[in-house]
């Protein structure tokens, strides 16, 4: 391949070492991989023998055949060569998941105290054997052929396999312009990225298959936007998150392909997809883009079920936003229901309300059957027959996994044929009485069926309060109570540690995102290294959570908060 030597020789003697300089990220040539399970947690001294590799890229795809960083159309690759555009200001680093850098990473949490370990997760550095890459796709926007894309801020700084031998992509968002940045800066605001930071990490606290966050870095830098299209340009500060996820291959990676034509690339990009993240797929089976697809209908279903088990509405629903490992990525106007609202829409720039968390389950329909059209050049007329079929088995896939996440937050075992009633019942009422979703979920866990038994709600027991004033309460309770009794050798104590095992007492509501972002602005980041520890133990009541009233009912303020996909 023509670029390979061009890509070595920068490696070794061009931008890597100018930006590397003498000492830091680059180790010495001949240093060797530990094999997996064997690597240590490297600290601050020995960070310089901690290396990323992009071998497993580059040697499968071409890359983009323009070496110049400017916005253009781009064919016949998978990435563009591009690296990260250090700040010009100083930059600090103010937060980091310990988790991940000792878990995912093999590095001493030591390390953020170092020079090297600053420059690397801000761009500044870029480690011995890798290349940046920024990933060319495309997507469905809102419902429409949106064309090229692209990571238009974010680079892949490689790709590092830890001690568990997992593999694990490292990317960088908000670290400067690509030939995807269509007309954009490519830099990323405090106030995005702080809210990135906190809720990659805690939905994985919850359970819930998500990319990773390791830093937040925030510099001087002056970055513009217009937060809520309105005319009102504002300065914030620049930031950068140092995320990570198996693979950051999504549905518009494959459209891309399709629509430009270039089925060759499109069958090895699946190809090594399916070899690198889905193993119970052989590669010589003629029908593995068929297994392939119908892993990922099934794994989405299961994906946007746990978003609705947590009251979590994403916010932007594109194909170009949606994982082919059914993970959750791309953070920008998410948001957690406070009071249970099917119509609940976390995005002001939502003018169509398409993205309203009611809707998220029929979005997903939507993708998947995006995701087959691009694969459809690839199958073979029987197979796609099968194929629709599969996408037609998508909502009971949906419905299935959803009734057992509720029948779960309601602490029933067993069947009964009552079991989805009583789950709409209870939904009814919280929608009537606009009862908080997830106190609601947390006080049944807490409360004692007794308690229930003679409708004695605790007055602290906020959400049920709200409930009780619905005139069908009592029946529901009723009815609740009968089911629970059906649940043989269960014990009315089992049954609330079970429930408090899967209902959070506290999510990452937008206005304790909110409030850590303002103290960010004043260079205040006790509240986001507060709630960074919180979320880690969402289902355990924290003396710290509760002072700082994380399970109390959101200020009145909170009502008037607005996201957008500004960012």
Same mark, same amino acid.
């Given at each position: 391949?023509?670029?390979?030597? +061009?890509?070595?020789?920068?490696?070794?003697?061009?931008?890597?070492?100018?930006?590397?300089?003498?000492?830091?990220?680059?180790?010495?040539?001949?240093?060797?991989?530990?094999?997996?399970?064997?690597?240590?947690?490297?600290?601050?001294?020995?960070?310089?023998?901690?290396?990323?590799?992009?071998?497993?890229?580059?040697?499968?795809?071409?890359?983009?055949?323009?070496?110049?960083?400017?916005?253009?159309?781009?064919?016949?690759?998978?990435?563009? %060569?591009? !690296?990260?555009?250090?700040?010009?200001?100083?930059?600090?680093?103010?937060?980091?998941?310990?988790?991940?850098?000792?878990?995912?990473?093999?590095?001493?949490?030591?390390?953020?105290?170092?020079?090297?370990?600053?420059?690397?997760?801000?761009?500044?550095?870029?480690?011995?054997?890798?290349?940046?890459?920024?990933?060319?796709?495309?997507?469905?926007?809102?419902?429409?052929?949106?064309?090229?894309?692209?990571?238009?801020?974010?680079?892949?700084?490689?790709?590092?396999? @830890?001690?568990?031998?997992?593999?694990?992509?490292?990317?960088?968002?908000?670290?400067?312009?690509?030939?995807?940045?269509?007309?954009?800066?490519?830099?990323?605001?405090?106030?995005?990225? %702080?809210?990135?930071?906190?809720?990659?990490?805690?939905?994985?606290?919850?359970?819930?298959?998500?990319?990773?966050?390791?830093?937040?870095?925030?510099?001087?830098? &002056? %970055?513009?936007? &217009?937060?809520?299209?309105?005319?009102?340009?504002?300065?914030?500060?620049?930031? *950068?998150?140092?995320?990570?996820?198996?693979?950051?291959?999504?549905?518009?990676?494959?459209?891309?392909?399709?629509?430009?034509?270039?089925?060759?690339?499109?069958?090895?990009?699946?190809?090594?997809?399916?070899?690198?993240?889905?193993?119970?797929?052989?590669?010589? &089976?003629?029908?593995?883009?068929?297994?392939?697809?119908?892993?990922?209908?099934?794994?989405?279903?299961?994906?946007?079920?746990?978003?609705?088990? %947590?009251?979590?509405?994403?916010?932007?629903?594109?194909? &170009?936003?949606?994982?082919?490992?059914?993970?959750?990525?791309?953070?920008?106007?998410?948001?957690?229901?406070?009071? !249970?609202?099917?119509?609940?829409?976390? @995005?002001?720039?939502?003018?169509?309300?398409?993205?309203?968390?009611?809707?998220?389950?029929?979005?997903?329909?939507?993708?998947?059957?995006?995701?087959?059209?691009?694969?459809?050049?690839?199958?073979?007329?029987?197979?796609?027959?099968?194929?629709?079929?599969?996408?037609?088995? !998508?909502?009971?896939? !949906?419905?299935?996994?959803? =009734?057992?996440?509720?029948?779960?937050?309601?602490?029933?075992?067993?069947? @009964?044929?009552?079991?989805?009633?009583?789950?709409?019942?209870?939904?009814?009422?919280?929608?009537?009485?606009?009862?908080?979703?997830?106190?609601?979920?947390?006080?049944?866990?807490? *409360? =004692?069926?007794?308690?229930?038994?003679?409708?004695?709600?605790?007055?602290?027991?906020?959400?049920?309060?709200?409930?009780?004033?619905?005139?069908?309460?009592?029946? +529901?309770?009723?009815?609740?109570?009968?089911?629970? @009794?059906?649940?043989?050798?269960?014990?009315?104590?089992?049954?609330?540690?079970?429930?408090?095992?899967?209902?959070?007492?506290?999510?990452?509501?937008?206005?304790?995102?909110?409030?850590?972002?303002?103290?960010?602005?004043?260079?205040?980041?006790?509240?986001?290294?507060?709630?960074?520890?919180?979320?880690?133990?969402?289902?355990?009541?924290?003396?710290?959570?509760?002072?700082?009233?994380?399970?109390?009912?959101?200020?009145?303020?909170?009502?008037?908060?607005?996201?957008?996909?500004?960012?």
């Amino acid at each position: 391949m023509w670029w390979r030597p +061009w890509l070595l020789a920068c490696l070794a003697w061009g931008r890597v070492a100018a930006l590397c300089g003498s000492r830091g990220l680059c180790p010495a040539p001949n240093a060797s991989r530990p094999e997996p399970g064997q690597c240590p947690r490297r600290r601050a001294a020995e960070l310089c023998a901690w290396a990323l590799s992009s071998d497993s890229l580059l040697d499968i795809f071409p890359v983009d055949t323009i070496q110049e960083n400017y916005v253009r159309n781009v064919r016949n690759c998978i990435f563009s %060569v591009v !690296y990260p555009t250090p700040f010009k200001s100083r930059v600090r680093l103010v937060a980091v998941s310990k988790e991940v850098l000792e878990n995912i990473l093999d590095l001493d949490i030591s390390v953020k105290g170092s020079s090297d370990f600053l420059e690397f997760v801000s761009g500044g550095k870029v480690t011995f054997g890798s290349v940046p890459l920024a990933h060319r796709y495309g997507g469905h926007q809102f419902g429409s052929w949106a064309g090229q894309l692209g990571d238009g801020r974010a680079h892949l700084i490689g790709v590092y396999t @830890n001690r568990h031998g997992e593999r694990w992509e490292l990317q960088l968002k908000g670290s400067g312009k690509t030939p995807y940045s269509r007309n954009g800066d490519g830099r990323a605001v405090l106030r995005s990225s %702080v809210r990135e930071f906190l809720c990659s990490e805690a939905m994985h606290y919850l359970g819930i298959p998500t990319s990773r966050a390791a830093s937040l870095v925030v510099s001087d830098d &002056d %970055v513009w936007r &217009d937060q809520f299209y309105n005319g009102n340009l504002k300065k914030e500060r620049g930031a *950068i998150v140092l995320r990570l996820a198996k693979s950051w291959f999504r549905i518009g990676s494959l459209e891309i392909l399709a629509h430009s034509g270039e089925l060759d690339l499109l069958r090895r990009l699946l190809d090594f997809i399916i070899l690198e993240h889905f193993p119970s797929i052989a590669m010589n &089976d003629s029908n593995r883009y068929l297994e392939f697809f119908s892993t990922v209908v099934s794994e989405t279903a299961n994906l946007i079920s746990l978003w609705m088990s %947590v009251g979590f509405a994403h916010g932007v629903c594109n194909t &170009d936003n949606f994982s082919l490992l059914s993970i959750t990525i791309d953070y920008g106007p998410f948001g957690f229901m406070d009071s !249970y609202d099917p119509n609940f829409v976390p @995005n002001t720039s939502d003018d169509e309300r398409r993205y309203k968390i009611g809707n998220q389950a029929s979005v997903g329909l939507f993708n998947l059957s995006k995701l087959l059209q691009a694969l459809k050049p690839l199958l073979d007329p029987r197979q796609k027959q099968l194929a629709s079929q599969i996408l037609e088995g !998508y909502g009971e896939h !949906y419905y299935s996994r959803f =009734t057992e996440l509720f029948k779960t937050k309601l602490g029933l075992l067993g069947e @009964n044929e009552n079991d989805n009633y009583l789950i709409a019942f209870l939904l009814k009422i919280m929608e009537d009485t606009k009862a908080d979703f997830t106190m609601t979920f947390r006080e049944l866990s807490e *409360i =004692t069926a007794d308690q229930l038994k003679e409708l004695h709600i605790p007055e602290d027991f906020w959400a049920l309060q709200d409930l009780s004033k619905h005139k069908l309460f009592s029946e +529901w309770v009723t009815m609740y109570l009968l089911r629970l @009794n059906s649940n043989n050798g269960d014990s009315d104590a089992k049954r609330r540690a079970r429930m408090a095992n899967v209902n959070p007492r506290y999510i990452l509501r937008n206005w304790m995102a909110e409030s850590a972002v303002q103290k960010a602005n004043l260079n205040d980041f006790s509240e986001v290294q507060l709630l960074e520890q919180v979320l880690q133990h969402p289902f355990q009541r924290q003396e710290a959570a509760e002072r700082a009233g994380y399970s109390l009912p959101p200020p009145a303020w909170a009502k008037h908060l607005k996201v957008s996909c500004s960012s």
